[in-house]
T-cell receptor, first 114, second 111 residues
Framework: GAGVSQTPSNKVTEKGKYVELRCDPI?????LYWYRQSLGQGPEFLIY????????DSGLPNDRFFAVRPEGSVSTLKIQRTERGDSAVYLC????????????FGEGSRLTVL | EDQVTQSPEALRLQEGESSSLNCSYT??????LFWYRQDPGKGPEFLFT???AGEEKEKERLKATLTKKESFLHITAPKPEDSATYLC????????????FGKGTKLTVNP
């Protein structure tokens, strides 16, 4: 498909474990975003990439969270020492042109920390 | 702090019963207000962008309007397939490219 692809779709882990979530944006989209959505809430901004660099990481909650996009396409969100409060749906989005709010979202990775 | 408040939290309509969803915002300089639709288990889907007070956008049965303090999403003669959660988001001056979302309005349209 031509949409944003996220893997895994569902991840269950134990408290304290390390987790990686992957995002394949739409081909040619230079801007990539990570959001987190808890039940009954709207998406919450985590980080924004323009190309390979993180242009804004102000939404990362603490230093256990880190994201990379080494070649300007695929991105990985990494969470160390997971906590139960990290349980949420992690959404990735991409856009062709920056400075627009027209984001194309993937279906998300649901993370459950036991 | 930038805030987006959506009301009502949930809305039930009969098919054909028109209504409006509200999004009020308190921001330090608006650089765009956005409406998204989200179906269960899916990511949000972009609907509209509004930039200035008085602006209106339409798509099928949906019409979005913007004032200096709020936006409305008007739904005319809704159908069951319009059932979804509708999210409002803003981009602000000094806020880089991040969108600040409201909690959404869950719309159910009964046949």
């Amino acid at each position: 498909g031509a949409g944003v692809s996220q893997t895994p779709s569902n991840k269950v882990t134990e408290k304290g474990k390390y987790v990686e979530l992957r995002c394949d944006p739409i081909s040619g989209h230079t801007a990539l975003y990570w959001y987190r959505q808890s039940l009954g809430q709207g998406p919450e901004f985590l980080i924004y990439f323009q190309g390979t660099g993180a242009a804004d990481d102000s939404g990362l909650p603490n230093d256990r969270f880190f994201a990379v996009r080494p070649e300007g396409s695929v991105s990985t969100l990494k969470i160390q020492r997971t906590e139960r409060g990290d349980s949420a749906v992690y959404l990735c989005a991409s856009s062709l042109i920056q400075y627009t709010g027209e984001l194309f979202f993937g279906e998300g990775s649901r993370l459950t920390v036991l | 702090e930038d805030q987006v408040t959506q009301s009502p939290e949930a809305l039930r309509l009969q098919e054909g019963e028109s209504s409006s969803l509200n999004c009020s915002y308190t921001v330090s300089g608006l650089r765009g207000l956005f409406w998204y639709r989200q179906d269960p288990g899916k990511g949000p889907e972009f609907l509209f962008t509004l930039y200035s007070a008085g602006e209106e956008k339409e798509k099928e049965r949906l019409k979005a309007t913007l004032t200096k303090k709020e936006s409305f999403l008007h739904i005319t003669a809704p159908k069951p397939e319009d059932s979804a959660t509708y999210l409002c988001a803003v981009r602000t001056q000094g806020g880089s490219e991040k969108l600040v979302f409201g909690k959404g309005t869950k719309l159910t349209v009964n046949p």
